[in-house]
T-cell receptor, first 113, second 115 residues
Framework: EAQVTQNPRYLITVTGKKLTVTCSQN?????MSWYRQDPGLGLRQIYY???????DKGDVPEGYKVSRKEKRNFPLILESPSPNQTSLYFC????????????FGPGTRLTVT | AQSVTQLDSQVPVFEEAPVELRCNYS??????LFWYVQYPNQGLQLLLK??????LVKGINGFEAEFNKSQTSFHLRKPSVHISDTAEYFC?????????????FGQGTELSVKP
């Protein structure tokens, strides 16, 4: 089944404790992206990747890192999480951005206390 | 820059009634337009998209949307809703050749279908 998977689905952590949210897709897509969803704000892009080893900042990159060492994986790293990073995070992938549908993972709900 | 405004944050409606979810966008260039649906505790999935051509676009689950260039709108409609349509709906735009490939989302509309 074609899908985007994320782990963990739920995470509660404390300020400053490094964490990684994994994202994997099995559709051989070139493009991958991370969004965060906050009430009343819709989804906003954090980082994106056009291909292996090619990543760039989206609209809200502060406090996040990413890497793309393999085509299928695109982990999101929070080196020192803060409470304002409490949010619902979605990974997405697409053959090419723009006119193509983006396929979304099930989401990771992160709470930073 | 582009922006998307969904005019209603919540839309309650009775089962089998028609519904319209409103979306306006702002852009100085042509854009691709999308509607995504998010069921509880799930990721987003595509309902329909407008790239070019006919302004009336049909999607999954009986939904359709009409692109109106003069009013910069892309409203989503369904003639008869079901309980299972209860979800959050997002309108999004994507400019052609946009750097970052990002979708620019509206704030979302919660559709609540009551029996």
């Amino acid at each position: 089944e074609a899908q985007v998977t994320q782990n963990p689905r739920y995470l509660i952590t404390v300020t400053g404790k490094k964490l990684t949210v994994t994202c994997s897709q099995n559709m051989n897509h070139e493009y991958m992206s991370w969004y965060r969803q906050d009430p009343g704000l819709g989804l906003r892009q954090i980082y994106y990747s056009m291909n292996v080893e090619v990543t760039d900042k989206g609209d809200v990159p502060e406090g996040y890192k990413v890497s793309r060492k393999e085509k299928r994986n695109f982990p999101l790293i929070l080196e020192s999480p803060s409470p304002n990073q409490t949010s619902l995070y979605f990974c997405a992938s697409s053959p090419l951005p723009g006119r193509n549908e983006q396929y979304f993972g099930p989401g990771t709900r992160l709470t930073v206390t | 820059a582009q922006s998307v405004t969904q005019l209603d944050s919540q839309v309650p409606v009775f089962e089998e009634a028609p519904v319209e979810l409103r979306c306006n966008y702002s852009s100085s260039v042509s854009v691709y337009l999308f509607w995504y649906v998010q069921y509880p505790n799930q990721g987003l999935q595509l309902l329909l998209k407008y790239l070019s051509g006919s302004t009336l676009v049909k999607g999954i689950n009986g939904f359709e949307a009409e692109f109106n260039k003069s009013q910069t709108s892309f409203h989503l409609r369904k003639p008869s809703v079901h309980i299972s349509d209860t979800a959050e709906y997002f309108c999004a735009v994507s400019p052609p050749y946009n750097q970052g490939g990002k979708l620019i989302f509206g704030q979302g509309t919660e559709l609540s279908v009551k029996p």
